[in-house]
């Protein structure tokens, strides 16, 4: 099935089998492995992009459901080579570590802002609710998106 | 004032290094690798618990397009290996597994594997492999195993260890001494790093193994390499990959000798990636263990004697298990001054998934049940568990009674006390817990760990330190990044020793052809031992550069200082040279290279402590538990990289509230994995995740770099117990079967419901 | 996966003609959050998908002729956000709202929801209380109207053909003086499955404090989420109070009880629905 889209703003025309997943197609044919799998079953938000501007789990999604959608991933969110004020505040405050779910969770308090640019922390805990990290306890990633949010 | 009193980066908080990269999802971890004309392997695992193989049907899967070649046992060498030797001639590793089993021992055990051109080809040829068992009953509990011993997992027998040690004198019968006794059962755990296990390896014409691994030593994959594929060690190259967090799961060579296997055959790259339900089975798990601790205390709350029984599932293969049981019985010691201390343990296979070391290393295992038996005897002796604990906790300058050594400047006390102050335990802990359906409680818990691997194995490291032409530094080490934060805490003791920007330094990670010997990232040892090294070979490297500058300055060395990079005389006209000047005339004016390698070896192995106060509350209605207060207290020496021992111990503590309440491999009377999936197999996600406060105990005195201790692992051994204390005091109860499901907490409060009648 | 085709209707008389091709190993998707697992894990004979995610008009909350109807396409997002649910049918917006994570409610559907007729769907028993019906297309391009008690037969088992699909739910609009409260209990507070989940509605108006009309329905209780009408019965004519929540509490127990006797699960869910009773008169109160 020939399926047109947009990726970071790029546009693309390829023919795929129609039930592939939206990861496969980034990682495999677009060689944007930033996003990552870590489950494959929509538990562990290491795969979340923005979709039409929602936060979605590309292991979740068959390429067939992106015909003219507009997709960001984390490649995506740094722009004319400045990082996003939300890429910065996740350094700044040691919100990575092993740095796996990094990208997912870029991409959901991403979607969050993008909608509502000043949450609240369980506004922001619920936006990551779907993202689970091993690491940091979280702590360190609301205080990232708090920042940003302020 | 002391040298530490004025650090310009030690005690500064900084990222990870490579964050700047992860935020842009340009690091390549080893699940992204690629190499050109790459094959991909999947695994077929066993679907049943225990049972010879009696044939394996190729026929469809070979058909499959792409499929290069399929392995099982009947095209592979029998030659057994342990994936957790370390070491050549490592003792305590019994060689009880090969490439792929003719004998199945646990669901996810090793049957075959496709090696094809592409994923899709490889899953589709594992499905249409057909494999004949025939069925042996499987063992799924220790008990089980020791009970039903005609029935042997492997030809040894079901038991593979016993031991009984004993520390201090059996003291003479007290008559004032009050007796408790408790079992506490610990359950199977998902180390569930976000990345799954990956690793690629490659054979090239020149007769030379290179595998990319996930793994936390590469030393230890080496040796097991070579010796399994009889190459020589300097064809056999290692290399650690990113990494998407280990917590122990990537510390030993499980699937390392497969893919390398592989790849030597074909003479191709393979890769192999792990999905999540193969990670769950077939990696690794927290040991389950049960323990029946019995006390003696004096009435006025002084321990007298502990007898400790411990029956350790290892699961289907040995690996770590005997080293992980006997580290278990030294770390009591550790915590509190018992004057006689027996503990046995029985180290059992069952046909269940493999065991391994996990975060703490046998820490939480035996910990969390001894510090739910202090809450017993404080209920027993009506006396503040705080109380009981500040009664018989170490001292600074204790010695160790497992080991003979001292525990170095030991701060537990401090930690407690610090914390309950902070915490305000006294007000809290009496209080009344509510009638309602909601009912409070808080708990506390203390832990000891270690630092390093001294006098139990062998303990060094190894790193090369070389200036650049511009004066900046290349520190060669064999350092495994985890997302702890390593590299940075490296780089930073470095540029406070060489006084010079943090970003003038660069820290190589481990890769056999090109780190000197290191043994990895475990056993609490890197910031201890390692960074230690750095210290040291960064001291060597700046009086190398200040021999060079007096040289070059004509100037004797005392006569002579460096600060930021530039090299000064006492009391000239300000005459100095830069670095860069330093290593540029040096090199090309002097015929000298700055470089020193150095080894430094561990000669002590003080104790890491913490201590955690938690208030649960907990829901009646449903059992469930929701935590509102939560406090950690660490006596870390000194913090390299604050920010970082703040996010090593928030991490900790979301693994032992997951460890307390949570998380369970479960597995099935017919030894089936019932939770293979993140859908029911939960850890705590943000919105159950409680703040936390931290508080650091900075009080230094010991071997590490500028006084540091370890902190990775420590941390994560007080939480659960500390939870669980704290819902025991929520609710009037004595649970110790973990984890607290909402499940048992309910049958609990129905139990004592009908007691009450 | 490569060799799956799929459909991708656009309208509903294309949605017609895909169905007319439809095998009983062709399957509909809508926000894929539960088949791409299924088919990833190769559990499912299915060789062709029909996307249902282009179909226009599937997406949409109305309210009239007497009847709210969400189009099938519509999201759990969506539901969250309507303000024509969360003034009539609040138990519903809960529900939704504790589906999965946001990821998960930005893509799954309420008729993706009720066609896996999973047990522990959350949206399911707010629709049983509130009465809905599904409106079913074929492939002849009927239409027909099934009570979602009747669509749901068995553990993950609907009476769908596989030439239907349901192309929106509806329930009669509630009127004046209709409470209606939803309750759910998983091993985690947020994207956890329910361990048990409970719906009740009814009339009950200030002056009266009367209930009238009570439908009741719980979930994760047997294989499919279900009303339970002997509490409907003995919930009708009672007053809105913590009296009413003691009676209902063990009334639920009971029937759970009974309901699911011999499971393991039995004797948590027996003490747990008691919780759930109270908090959902006590919202009911508070409405």
């Known amino acids: 099935m020939v399926i047109s889209f947009r990726v970071n703003g790029e546009e693309y025309s390829m023919d795929l089998p129609p039930a592939t997943r939206l990861i496969d197609l980034l990682r495999n044919n677009l060689g944007l492995t930033g996003t990552k799998e870590g489950c494959g079953e929509g538990e562990c938000g290491t795969c979340t992009v923005i979709m039409d501007n929602v936060a979605v789990n590309s292991c979740l999604v068959p390429v067939s459901q992106i015909r003219g959608k507009e997709i960001m991933t984390v490649e995506g969110l740094e722009k004319n080579g400045e990082l996003d004020a939300l890429q910065d505040s996740f350094i700044r405050n040691g919100a990575v570590q092993c740095g796996f779910c990094t990208p997912g969770m870029l991409m959901a308090t991403k979607a969050l802002l993008m909608e509502n640019p000043h949450p609240d922390e369980d506004e922001i805990r619920v936006a990551i609710s779907g993202n689970l990290c091993r690491c940091t306890g979280y702590s360190s990633i609301i205080n990232a998106v708090k920042d940003v949010a302020k | 004032m002391k040298l530490v009193d004025k650090l310009k980066y030690v005690g500064h908080t900084y990222p990870v290094h490579d964050a700047y990269q992860k935020v842009r999802g340009e690091v390549v971890y080893a699940s992204d690798m690629k190499l050109r004309n790459m094959l991909y392997a999947k695994l077929l695992l066993s679907p049943i618990a225990h049972g010879n193989i009696t044939g394996i049907d190729i026929s469809d899967a070979e058909k499959v397009p792409g499929v290069v070649k399929i392995f099982s046992h009947l095209n592979t060498p029998d030659r057994r290996f342990s994936r957790y030797r370390i070491i050549p001639d490592q003792s305590g590793c019994p060689e009880d597994e090969r490439l792929f089993t003719d004998k199945v021992r646990f669901q996810g055990d090793r049957v075959a594997a496709v090696v094809a051109r592409s994923p899709e080809a490889a899953s589709k040829a594992v499905s249409l492999i057909r494999v004949k068992y025939e069925e042996i009953k499987p063992l799924v509990t220790v008990s089980q195993a020791l009970e039903e011993s005609h029935i042997k997992i492997h030809d040894s027998g079901n038991l593979i260890q016993e031991y009984d040690l004993m520390f201090g004198d059996e003291p003479d019968h007290t008559d004032n001494a009050v007796a408790t006794g408790t079992t506490t059962a610990t359950q199977k755990m998902h180390h569930a790093a976000m990345e799954n296990h990956a690793y690629t390896a490659d054979y090239d014409s020149g007769g030379k193994l290179t595998i990319w691994s996930s793994c936390q030593g590469v030393y230890g994959v080496r040796t097991i390499l070579a010796d399994l594929l009889d190459i020589s060690y300097n064809n056999v190259r290692v290399i650690k990959a990113p990494i998407g967090g280990s917590f122990g799961g990537k510390q030993e060579a499980i699937f390392e000798p497969l893919v390398a296997f592989m790849a030597k055959d074909l003479r191709r790259p393979v890769h192999l990636a792990l999905d999540r339900e193969e990670a769950i089975v077939a990696t690794m798990t927290r040991p389950a263990t049960e323990t029946t601790i019995k006390s003696r205390v004096s009435d006025d709350g002084r321990i007298l004697s502990c007898d400790l029984m411990t029956l350790f599932d290892a699961g289907a293969y040995a690996t770590s298990s005997i080293d992980n049981a006997y580290a278990m019985a030294k770390k009591v010691p550790r915590l509190y001054r018992v004057p006689y201390y027996r503990h046995r343990c029985s180290v059992v296979y069952t046909n269940t998934p493999v065991a391994g070391g996990t975060r703490g290393w046998g820490g939480p295992e035996i910990l969390t049940p001894f510090e739910i038996h202090m809450d017993a005897v404080a209920r027993d002796l009506r006396m503040d568990p705080i109380e009981l604990r500040l009664k018989n906790l170490v001292h600074p300058g204790d010695i160790d009674k497992a080991t003979g050594f001292s525990l170095g400047n030991a701060r537990i006390i401090d930690c407690l006390e610090k914390g309950a102050m902070e915490f305000r335990w006294k007000e809290r802990y009496g209080s009344f817990p509510g009638s309602g359906r909601y009912r409070r409680g808080v708990g506390v818990a203390c832990a000891a760990h270690k630092n390093g691997m001294y006098g139990g194995f062998p303990e060094h490291s190894t790193m090369t330190i070389k200036m650049n032409e511009d004066g900046g530094f290349i520190l060669n080490a064999c350092l495994h990044e985890v997302g702890c934060g390593t590299l940075t805490s490296i780089r930073l003791i470095a540029a406070e020793m060489l006084d010079v920007p943090v970003d003038m330094i660069t820290v190589s990670e481990a890769d056999t052809e090109n780190s000197p010997y290191d043994f990895g990232s475990y056993g609490s040892r890197v910031t201890y031992i390692c960074g230690e090294c750095a210290k040291r070979t960064a001291s060597l490297v700046k009086d190398k550069i200040m021999n060079c500058a007096s040289v070059i300055m004509r100037t004797p060395k005392q006569y002579l200082y460096a600060e930021n990079g530039t090299v000064f005389r006492i009391n000239g006209e300000r005459e100095s040279l830069t670095y860069r000047e330093i290593a540029t005339i040096s090199k090309t004016q002097n015929n000298t290279d700055i470089v020193v390698t150095h080894t430094y070896h561990g000669t002590s192995n003080p104790g890491a402590y913490g201590a955690h106060f938690v208030e649960a509350e907990v829901d009646t209605g449903t059992g469930t538990v929701r935590l509102t207060d939560y406090l950690a207290v660490h006596d870390v020496g000194k913090a390299i990289n604050p920010g970082m021992v703040e996010g090593q111990i928030l991490g900790c503590v979301q693994m032992g509230i997951g460890y307390a309440l949570y998380e369970e491999i479960k597995v099935s009377e017919r030894g089936r994995v019932i939770n293979n999936s993140f859908k029911n197999y939960h850890l705590v996600n943000a919105p159950d995740m409680p703040d936390v406060r931290v508080m650091l105990v900075e009080a230094g005195g010991d071997d590490g770099p500028f006084e540091a201790k370890s902190i990775g692992e420590v941390a994560t051994v007080p939480s659960a117990p500390a939870v669980i204390n704290a819902v025991n005091n929520a609710i009037g109860t004595s649970l110790s079967d973990m984890p607290l499901t909402p499940e048992k907490i309910m049958a609990a409060l129905c139990r004592a419901e009908t007691e009450k009648g | ?287």
């Not at chain 3, 060799?3 to 809508?30: D, G, H, Y």
């Not at chain 3, 504790?98 to 949206?123: C, E, K, L, M, V």
């Not at chain 3, 063990?250 to 009880?257: C, F, G, K, N, R």
Request: hydrophobic share 40%.
């Open chain 3, 1 to 287: 996966m490569d060799n799956i085709q799929v459909m991708t209707p656009e309208s509903l008389p294309e949605l017609v003609e895909a169905l007319k091709r439809s095998t009983f190993s062709t399957r509909p998707v809508a926000g894929g959050t539960d088949l791409m697992i299924s088919l990833r894990r190769g559990k499912m004979g299915c060789d062709t998908l029909i996307d249902l995610s282009g179909v226009r008009e599937m997406n949409f909350i109305k309210a009239e002729e007497g009847f709210i109807s969400i189009g099938a396409g519509t999201t759990f997002t969506d539901i969250v956000k309507s303000e024509i649910l969360h003034r009539s049918a609040i138990s519903l917006t809960v529900a939704s709202g504790s589906i999965g994570s946001p990821q998960i409610r930005n893509r799954a559907t309420i008729g993706g929801n009720i066609a896996n007729a999973s047990p522990a769907a959350d949206s399911i028993p707010p629709l049983l209380m509130l009465e809905a019906e599904a409106v079913i297309i074929n492939s002849k391009g009927e239409y027909k109207t099934v009570p979602l008690e009747d669509l749901l037969v068995d553990y993950e088992k609907t009476s769908l053909n596989h030439d239907e699909v349901i192309v929106s739910i509806r329930f009669p609009e509630p009127g004046a003086g209709y409470r209606n409260a939803f309750s759910k209990i998983g091993s985690r507070k947020t994207v956890t499955i329910a361990k048990l989940s409970l719906a009740v509605g009814g009339y009950c108006s200030f002056e009266e404090n009367r209930l009238s009309r009570v439908r009741v329905a719980l979930g994760s209780v047997g294989k499919s989420a279900r009303r339970f009408r002997s509490v409907e019965t003995f919930l009708e004519g009672r007053d809105l109070s913590s009296e009413t929540a003691d009676l209902l509490s063990e009334t639920l127990s009971l029937e759970v009880e009974s309901a699911i006797s011999g499971r393991s699960s039995m004797p948590y869910k027996r003490e747990a629905v008691k919780a759930l009773a109270y908090e959902v008169i006590e919202r009911l109160i508070g409405s």
